[in-house]
C-alpha cells in the first residue's frame, strides 16, 4: 500500500464566511466517497448538526464532531487519530476538515505536515482553502475596519488576514452581495495579501468537489511565502532607501533593529498609525521587559500587541548550555549586549514615504536615559 493516498482539504475561514454551508454543498455532490471532521469551539457543535440534517446524501460520509477545543492547539492528537480511524476505510477518496473560525491556518497545516513526515501514514495535506466573506470584507476591512462589538480586542481582523494569507485555494463567497466594481476591488486588495492562492469566486458554497481535489498538491513552503508578510521579508532589504513596489502600486518594506521600543511611544503610534498603512507584522520587543517576545499585527484600523515566549537570551546560562547540544547554531546571530533580542515588522502600504514611516518608528526607539 503506497503512503500518500487519501488527500485531506483543510478548510478555514472566519466565523460566518459561510465553511458550512460550503461543506453542505461538497457533501451533497455524489462523486466520490468523503469524510467529513467538524470543529467547533462550542460545547453544542452546531455546525454538525446543521450538516446532519443533509439526510440520506450524508449516510455514506462518517462525520466526526471535535468538541471543546480547536484544531490548532489543544486538539492535534486527537485530531490525528481521528484522521488515522478514517484512513482505514478503503473506499474513503478524500477527507475534508472544517475547522474552527478562529483556528489559524498555519498552526493546523504545520502540525499535519510534521505529522506526515515523521510517520508512515496514508493521508496527505492536499489543500488548504480560505472561504472569505468579500461583503464582510468591503464593508469592514475596506472601509477601515471601524471597531464594533465582534472585534473583540481587534484581533479579528488580524486572524482574518492570517487565513487569507495562508492559503492555495481562496474561495470568495457571498459575491451576489457586491456589484462588479466593488468585487473587483476586493478581489484586488485580497491579492496584495495572497500572491499566490487561486481565487474562485461563488454564491453560497457552490463549488465543485472536483476543484478542490483536481489539483497540484499543497505545498507547505511555498504558501507560507505566498503571503504578503513574508514576501517582503524575503525580498526587500532593510537598509535599502525605498520600499519594494510589486505591480499593484503596493509597497512594503522590512524595519530591523536590535534596540527595544518604548512601550509608551510605541502604543502612541498605534493609536495614530498612518492610514496608507494596509498590513504590518513582526516581532518586537520593549524596553521595560527584556524576557518576552511581544507580537505585533496591524490591518486596517486594527492593532495589537500580544506577549508571546521568552527571548533565548532571557534563559540561565546552564538552561543555554544544555540546548546547545542539540542545537549549537543558536547563539549565531547573537549581539553581545541584546543576544537574541531584534525588533523586526514588515510594513506593507500604499502612497506613504519609506522614510516618513521609518521617523514614526525610529522615534519610539528606547533612548538612553
Known amino acids: 500500500m503506497s503512503k500518500r493516498e487519501i488527500p485531506v482539504v483543510l478548510i478555514t475561514g472566519y466565523l460566518g464566511s459561510g465553511k458550512t454551508t460550503l461543506m453542505q454543498h461538497l457533501l451533497s455532490q455524489e462523486k466520490r466517497k468523503v469524510a467529513l471532521i467538524v470543529n467547533d469551539m462550542g460545547a453544542i457543535n452546531i455546525d454538525a448538526s446543521l450538516l446532519s440534517k443533509t439526510g440520506n446524501k450524508i449516510a455514506q460520509v462518517e462525520l466526526v464532531e471535535m ?27 478524500a477527507i475534508f476538515v472544517e475547522a474552527s473560525g478562529i483556528s489559524e491556518p498555519s498552526s493546523i497545516a504545520g502540525a499535519f505536515v510534521n505529522y506526515e513526515e515523521s ?12 472561504v472569505v466573506d468579500v461583503d464582510r470584507i468591503y464593508r469592514e476591512f475596506l472601509n477601515s475596519l471601524e471597531d464594533d462589538e465582534d472585534t473583540e480586542e481587534g484581533d479579528v481582523i488580524n486572524l482574518i488576514m492570517d487565513q487569507i494569507e495562508f492559503c492555495n485555494v481562496m474561495l470568495l463567497n457571498k459575491t451576489d ?4 466594481s466593488q468585487l473587483e476591488e476586493v478581489t484586488k486588495s485580497l491579492r496584495n495579501l495572497q500572491k499566490e492562492a487561486e481565487m474562485i469566486p461563488c454564491t453560497q458554497g457552490l463549488v465543485d468537489l472536483d476543484v478542490l481535489l483536481d489539483r497540484e498538491d499543497f505545498d507547505f513552503e511555498d504558501c507560507l511565502a505566498s503571503g504578503s508578510v513574508q514576501q517582503a521579508l524575503n525580498e526587500c532589504d532593510p537598509d535599502d532607501e525605498k520600499a519594494c513596489v510589486d505591480e ?14 518604548n512601550r509608551e511611544a510605541f502604543h502612541k503610534l498605534i493609536e495614530e498609525y498612518p492610514t496608507e498603512l ?19 499585527e496591524q490591518a486596517g484600523r486594527n492593532a495589537s500587541v500580544t506577549e508571546l515566549s521568552e527571548w533565548v537570551s532571557a534563559w540561565t546560562e546552564e538552561e543555554l548550555q544544555a540546548v546547545e547540544k542539540d542545537f549549537p547554531d543558536i547563539r549565531e546571530d547573537w549581539d553581545a549586549v541584546y543576544g537574541d533580542r531584534t525588533n523586526q515588522l514588515v510594513f506593507i502600504g500604499k502612497g506613504y514615504e519609506k522614510a516618513d514611516i521609518l521617523k514614526l518608528v525610529n522615534a519610539c526607539i528606547e533612548t538612553e536615559r
Not at 510517520?119 to 489543500?127: E, P
Not at 452581495?177 to 462588479?180: G, P, T, W, Y
Not at 503596493?250 to 536590535?258: C, R
Not at 494596509?278 to 505585533?296: A, E, M, N, P, T
Open 67 to 93: 468538541q471543546n477545543g480547536c484544531i490548532c492547539c489543544t486538539l492535534r492528537d486527537e485530531f490525528m487519530e481521528q484522521i488515522e480511524k478514517l484512513a482505514a476505510d478503503d473506499t474513503l477518496e
Open 119 to 130: 510517520t508512515d501514514t496514508r493521508v496527505y495535506l492536499k489543500t488548504v482553502v480560505s
Open 177 to 180: 452581495l457586491l456589484d462588479k
Open 248 to 261: 499593484y502600486g503596493i509597497s512594503s518594506f522590512v524595519f530591523e533593529e536590535k534596540r527595544p521600543f
Open 278 to 296: 494596509i498590513r504590518s507584522k513582526g516581532y518586537i520587543w520593549f524596553s521595560d521587559d527584556w524576557k518576552h517576545v511581544q507580537l505585533f
